[in-house]
């Protein structure tokens, strides 16, 4: 699994060689609308997404230890 740190900021690859500038920019709209942050890089004559998301809210299951 690829990981980029931009800013300080862990982003992860979605798992996917895109062959075209088009393709990578298509699937950043579809995750920017999910509420995911996103870059692109371009690496050869491939383009790689990366994206992130904070958690808003985490949720705990069970009784705190005694």
């Given at each position: 699994m690829k990981v980029k740190?931009?800013?300080?900021?862990?982003?992860?690859?979605?798992g996917i060689e895109y062959a075209t500038e088009a393709e990578a920019?298509?699937?950043?709209?579809?995750?920017?609308?999910d509420g995911f942050e996103v870059i692109m890089?371009?690496?050869?004559?491939?383009?790689?997404?990366?994206t992130r998301r904070v958690a808003a809210q985490v949720v705990v299951e069970g009784s705190p230890p005694a």
């Open positions: 740190v931009v800013e300080r900021k862990k982003f992860m690859w979605d920019k298509e699937a950043m709209l579809k995750y920017k609308s890089e371009k690496e050869g004559d491939k383009f790689f997404v990366y």
